[in-house]
Every structure is written in structure tokens, then in C-alpha cells.
């Protein structure tokens, strides 16, 4: 046997031990430890929000809530109405700048870089004012 060296048995025994201390280890470790950074709220109500929501702070008012089968429907229906804005002021400006400059595609990409901006801007304002407006 060589010095420094360990056997065959001994290496695995170390690695048995490591492999039950880590199962150990993981065990004991409070929640903190293992990815669990916030307690749960001592009121249920509370706890309603989801992993990936931020909470809610006093200026932020009160949550929307839609709970009705109609309202939903709405909410769908507006939503659509805002994609759809979004894609006309899109799809209108590629045209105008094809009708008028059919040979500039640099033009043309200016014309869609600007109209998709704007198709945004547009998107965000109709589905935050009235999509997603309060109660």
C-alpha cells in the first residue's frame, strides 16, 4: 500500500459519510437556507398572492378584483380590441411607407421601428386606463 493513499474501502466509507451528512445538512437547515427568503403571513388572507407577485404597498390602492364570468369576458374582449389597435397602427404604417417609397427599405423599417413603438406606447395606455382600470 502506497503512503497518502486510501484504499478502496476507506474511500468508500468517506463517501457514503459526505453523502449522508449532506442529506443530514439538508434536513436541519431552516427554510431561510434553502431558497424560502419571506414568512408566510400570520393572516391566511394574506397568503392569497402568488410566488411571483410583488407585494402590494399602501399607494398602490385597492386590488382589482373581477370575479364574475361577464367581466372576464370583457376584460378578454378589451384586451383583443388593444392587440388589435396596436396591430393596425402597425400594419397601417408598413403600408403607407410601402405605397409611398415601394424602393426605400430603409424607409420602411424606419416606418416600422417608429409605428411598433407607438403600437406600445398605445397597448400599455388602453390596457392600463381602461382594461385594467379600478374599481
Not at 400570520?42 to 397568503?47: L, Q, S, T, V
Not at 423599417?109 to 385594467?132: C, K, M, Q
Request: glycine letters at 8%.
Amino acid at each position: 500500500m502506497r503512503l497518502g493513499s486510501d484504499s478502496d474501502a476507506t474511500q468508500a466509507r468517506k463517501t457514503v459519510a459526505a453523502s449522508r451528512a449532506a442529506d443530514t445538512a439538508a434536513e436541519i437547515l431552516p427554510a431561510d437556507h434553502m431558497g424560502a427568503h419571506t414568512a408566510a403571513p400570520a393572516d391566511p388572507k394574506e397568503n392569497r398572492r402568488g410566488p411571483l407577485t410583488p407585494p402590494r404597498g399602501p399607494l398602490d390602492g385597492p386590488r382589482p378584483v373581477c370575479t364574475r364570468s361577464d367581466a372576464r369576458a370583457r376584460h378578454q374582449l378589451q384586451g383583443l380590441v388593444a392587440f388589435f389597435a396596436g396591430l393596425a397602427l402597425s400594419s397601417g404604417a408598413l403600408a403607407v411607407a410601402h405605397r409611398t417609397l415601394p424602393e426605400a427599405p430603409h424607409v420602411e423599417l424606419g416606418a416600422l421601428i417608429v409605428a411598433n413603438a407607438a403600437a406600445t406606447a398605445l397597448r400599455f395606455a388602453l390596457l392600463r386606463l381602461w382594461v385594467f382600470r379600478g374599481p
